[in-house]
């Protein structure tokens, strides 16, 4: 049996650790079956082969909430880099608890996203629901805690730009205040509303006017010193809104014509000497059809 659970872009602008979208590409795989103990092998991206993948730590925190504990074997083909800020982590914690709810029959989606949770809290010391959510229903994600999910359906394509350095999770938490003026909070309370109006009003090109953020990002932005060039280029190509997916280093575009405004960022990359690739997703898909 296999899951595959695709990338997402946490944060999306103003929503910090709240909002989150799924998006199609890239992707990992996860095949398994039960076994008489614990494996897993790994392809793709090198992430470890041992009970420190996170998958394998949500598939047995799944176990554990429902008091059983089934040792699996795992292949996973890991499709999304880690340290990217499309949700490695988390989409690897959500195929091991799909595995593990597919064994024992779970169906439960809060426990499955519960059990999730854990794998991204051991990837990045914080467990932050931005990217499992999204990853498991696909859709514009708004999360509250606890747990509780509003969902907006959305199909656009989105410019989608991987540099080639990373920015761990766990450094750039580590790089937020404990307070932040509250002049930015409330900016942030308008931002993240607008754009929530723009999206379920399937105006692409409005919500891309609010994508700013002035809770996270400004305190990131000494770990992507290349950050205003890159949106630079990206506005000048005729993007609508600029962002960073996550915690970086990838970023993402809207616009009219997302190839145009990938090819500039790509080269804008370049132009500073690092490599990027560009993908163009598709927003709005996940593992529930
Ligand atoms: N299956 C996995 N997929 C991704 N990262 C994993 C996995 N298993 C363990 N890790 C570890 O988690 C960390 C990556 O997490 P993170 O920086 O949050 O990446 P991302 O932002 O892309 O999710 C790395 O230390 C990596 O080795
Ligand atoms: N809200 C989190 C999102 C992290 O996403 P990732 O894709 O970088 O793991 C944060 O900004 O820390």
């Known amino acids: 049996m296999k899951v595959r659970v695709h990338a997402t872009i946490a944060n999306f602008g103003p929503g910090f650790d709240v909002f989150g979208v799924g998006i199609g590409e890239p992707y990992d795989e996860l095949s398994f079956r039960e076994s008489d103990e614990w494996s897993i092998r790994v392809e793709g991206f090198p992430v470890p082969a041992d009970e420190t993948n996170v998958a394998v730590v949500a598939a047995r925190a799944l176990a554990r909430l429902v008091g059983e504990d089934v040792p699996l074997e795992l292949k996973l083909r890991k499709g999304i880099r880690p340290g990217s800020g499309l949700g490695s982590s988390g989409a690897s914690s959500l195929a091991g608890a799909l595995a593990m709810a597919r064994v024992l029959g779970v169906e439960d989606e809060g426990l499955i996203l519960r059990a ?20 498991y229903y696909g859709d514009f994600t708004i999360i509250s805690t606890p747990l509780h999910v509003d969902r907006i359906p959305v199909d656009f394509r989105v410019a989608v730009v991987l540099p080639e350095v990373e920015v761990p999770t766990r450094e750039a938490r580590r790089a937020l205040p404990g307070k932040v003026p509250i002049g930015d909070a409330v900016s942030n309370v308008a931002l993240a509303a607008s754009l929530v109006k723009a999206l379920i009003e399937g105006d692409m090109e ?69 490599s990027a690739k560009a993908y163009v997703a598709r927003a709005g898909v996940g593992v529930v059809p």
């Open 116 to 135: 999730a949770m854990e794998g991204e809290r051991a990837a990045s010391g914080s467990a932050h629901p931005d990217n499992v959510v999204p990853a």
């Open 206 to 274: 409005r919500a891309g006017m609010f994508l700013d953020d002035r809770i996270a990002l400004p305190y990131r932005l000494k770990l992507m010193p290349w950050y205003g060039t890159v949106r630079r280029a990206a506005m000048e190509a005729g993007a609508w809104g600029f962002s960073v997916s996550g915690s970086g280093p990838a970023v993402f575009a809207l616009g009219e014509d997302v190839v145009q405004i990938g090819k500039a960022i790509v080269e804008a990359f370049e132009g500073l000497g690092i």
